[in-house]
């Protein structure tokens, strides 16, 4: 991998990662398309800690806020009612069924997982999941009504991300948007709920990435802060966008490139193994 590479990489990773469309597909498809040598999971979960830095550091007031809040009311019995204090337990228990999955399945993740024919097929399916739920939800819930039901649904629909092609942020929005919470609620509960997750499994993943000699550590962290930039652009202009528009555009886009992948397959254009 070339140093143009890795930025390239950094910047398609910052521009999927919170668009419903799903980053970790872009990455195992963009080599195929033109040529590259996959990057591999490995690098993939690291560079992912960019955007999710960019996550941080948009929502830095609301996370301290919640952080604080939270820890205050493990001795504070009259803390524990507030919203703030209550987020904090909602996005830990968000996080548990996703770290269950992510040790278990850890090698089909790593094998099974990264191949092509079930990225086009979930970019496509995932893709009218997300259309006819976001056509037919209430779109009226505000974040103040989130409660743990929701949070461990929410939870449950992040652990579908571990497999290429569903979309980290299409799979949680699509479950708030299912829950009746607005888009902008839903958007911003699944952005701070992949904080924990992200950034656990890209340390886990640091040790394979410096141990190997391509893309290496180096070109790994130009990607990592070419995505924290594109990133941290990107969620400022979804949450605007996401204000007055729908979802439909990404739903159009997902079903056509999932469309794309599965026809070049078919005619043998491109490999189904990743990295093939």
């Not at 990489?9 to 996959?38: K, R």
């Amino acid at each position: 991998m070339s140093w143009l590479e890795a930025v390239l990489l950094g910047i398609l990773q910052g521009l999927t990662e919170f668009l419903p469309i799903s980053s970790s597909a872009h990455l195992a498809i963009y080599p195929q398309l033109f040529g590259q040598s996959d990057p591999g999971a490995s690098f993939t979960a690291v560079t992912q800690i960019g955007t999710e830095l960019a996550v941080i550091w948009y929502f830095r007031k609301d996370i301290w806020r919640i952080a604080l809040t939270w820890l205050r009311s493990l001795w504070r019995p009259a803390l524990r009612g507030h919203l703030d204090a209550r987020m904090g337990w909602y996005i830990i228990i968000g996080t548990i069924p996703i770290g269950i999955a992510g040790v278990l399945l850890e090698s089909t993740i790593q094998t099974s997982f990264r191949n092509l024919w079930v990225i086009g097929i979930n970019l496509v399916l995932f893709g009218l999941i997300l259309g006819v739920i976001d056509r037919l939800a209430a779109n009226e819930r505000p974040m103040e009504r989130l409660n743990l039901r929701d949070s461990v649904l929410y939870g449950g629909a992040q652990m579908l991300a571990l497999v290429p092609g569903v979309s980290r942020s299409g799979a949680t929005i699509s479950m708030g948007l299912a829950l009746g919470y607005t888009r902008e609620a839903a958007t911003r509960y699944a952005f701070l709920l992949a904080i924990p997750a992200v950034v656990a499994s890209a340390i886990f993943q640091i040790p394979d990435v410096s141990a190997t000699a391509e893309p290496g550590m180096a070109k790994t962290l130009v990607a990592t802060v070419a995505a924290f930039v594109v990133g941290y652009a990107v969620i400022a202009w979804l949450l605007r966008y996401l204000r007055t528009r729908s979802y439909l555009p990404f739903v159009i886009y997902r079903i056509a490139l999932g469309t794309i992948v599965l026809v070049l397959l078919a005619t043998g254009v491109i490999d189904a193994t990743v990295g093939g």
